[in-house]
């Protein structure tokens, strides 16, 4: 592959999580013992998340992958337990419902049809990089009525590493071959910087995070508040009738 070419993480950064936060709206507020530990439905997310990221990634480092999805209910249990409520508090069945609805029923951020088509016109492949299985990715993409090519979703099962981890960004280049630009844009800015030491350009969308994750982890080559703006900034600095390539 010769033209430039632009690699997106997917969840979070292509689809946000609003319908599995309702959804755990819904639980917290029928479950008593949730309602009377009073909650809050944001923080819990985050923290269920941010768990499952942990263990995740740990697991990599000790070589011992294992599949993200596999590990969201136990991250599910162990943020119920900092929370202080028992793992009894929460029907299985809810907790297999959320599971199941951030696993298939992401919500696409604004504007992300019109950022691929953007990019697409001006001239770049889109592929994507996730800690998601492929057919989970393409479902999503699927569900948001647009069409990727299953291979060009990328998964860190494929390498039996977790991101930032240097060997996925490295599989991430043998995929795109010799692609003449190589772009990875993301809304994490540690996934950038993890894409940045394998020598691709970068692009962020801010509508995930605040200063601080920069902060900590770097500047992107171009920065966009919204991904249509995004993907119209990749393609001016990188597309291929852009002076600077």
Same mark, same amino acid.
């Given at each position: 592959?010769?033209?430039?070419?632009?690699?997106?993480?997917?969840?979070?950064?292509?689809?946000?999580?609003?319908?599995?936060?309702?959804?755990?709206?819904?639980?917290?507020?029928?479950?008593?013992?949730?309602?009377?530990?009073?909650?809050?439905?944001?923080?819990?997310?985050?923290?269920?998340?941010?768990?499952?990221?942990?263990?995740?990634?740990?697991?990599?480092?000790?070589?011992?992958?294992?599949?993200?999805?596999?590990?969201?209910?136990?991250?599910?249990?162990?943020?119920?337990?900092?929370?202080?409520?028992?793992?009894?508090?929460?029907?299985?069945?809810?907790?297999?419902?959320?599971?199941?609805?951030?696993?298939?029923?992401?919500?696409?951020?604004?504007?992300?049809?019109?950022?691929?088509?953007?990019?697409?016109?001006?001239?770049?492949?889109?592929?994507?990089?996730?800690?998601?299985?492929?057919?989970?990715?393409?479902?999503?993409?699927?569900?948001?009525?647009?069409?990727?090519?299953?291979?060009?979703?990328?998964?860190?099962?494929?390498?039996?590493?977790?991101?930032?981890?240097?060997?996925?960004?490295?599989?991430? *280049?043998?995929?795109?071959?010799? @692609?003449?630009?190589? +772009?990875?844009?993301?809304?994490? &800015?540690? %996934? $950038?910087? #993890?894409?940045? *030491?394998?020598?691709?350009?970068? @692009?962020?969308?801010? +509508?995930?995070?605040?200063?601080? &994750?920069? %902060? $900590?982890? #770097?500047?992107?080559?171009?920065?966009?508040?919204?991904?249509?703006?995004?993907?119209?900034?990749?393609?001016?600095?990188?597309?291929?009738?852009?002076?600077?390539?």
């Amino acid at each position: 592959m010769s033209g430039p070419c632009v690699v997106f993480d997917v969840v979070g950064t292509c689809f946000g999580y609003d319908s599995v936060a309702d959804r755990l709206n819904d639980v917290l507020e029928s479950q008593p013992a949730l309602k009377d530990a009073a909650i809050q439905p944001g923080l819990f997310f985050s923290a269920w998340t941010s768990n499952a990221e942990v263990d995740f990634q740990r697991l990599s480092v000790v070589k011992e992958f294992r599949s993200h999805s596999e590990l969201l209910k136990t991250a599910f249990y162990k943020t119920l337990q900092d929370a202080g409520v028992s793992e009894s508090s929460v029907p299985e069945a809810d907790v297999d419902m959320l599971i199941s609805e951030y696993s298939h029923n992401l919500t696409p951020r604004p504007g992300l049809a019109e950022m691929i088509q953007t990019l697409r016109d001006g001239g770049f492949t889109v592929w994507c990089c996730s800690d998601a299985n492929p057919e989970r990715v393409r479902g999503y993409f699927e569900k948001a009525g647009i069409d990727l090519p299953i291979e060009n979703l990328l998964s860190c099962d494929m390498c039996a590493a977790a991101k930032p981890d240097p060997k996925v960004y490295q599989m991430v *280049k043998k995929a795109l071959g010799h @692609a003449k630009v190589a +772009v990875f844009a993301a809304a994490h &800015s540690w %996934d $950038l910087a #993890g894409a940045r *030491k394998e020598g691709f350009n970068t @692009a962020y969308c801010t +509508v995930c995070e605040d200063q601080s &994750s920069v %902060d $900590l982890f #770097g500047e992107a080559d171009v920065v966009a508040d919204t991904l249509p703006q995004l993907g119209s900034a990749v393609v001016q600095r990188w597309g291929e009738n852009s002076a600077q390539k």
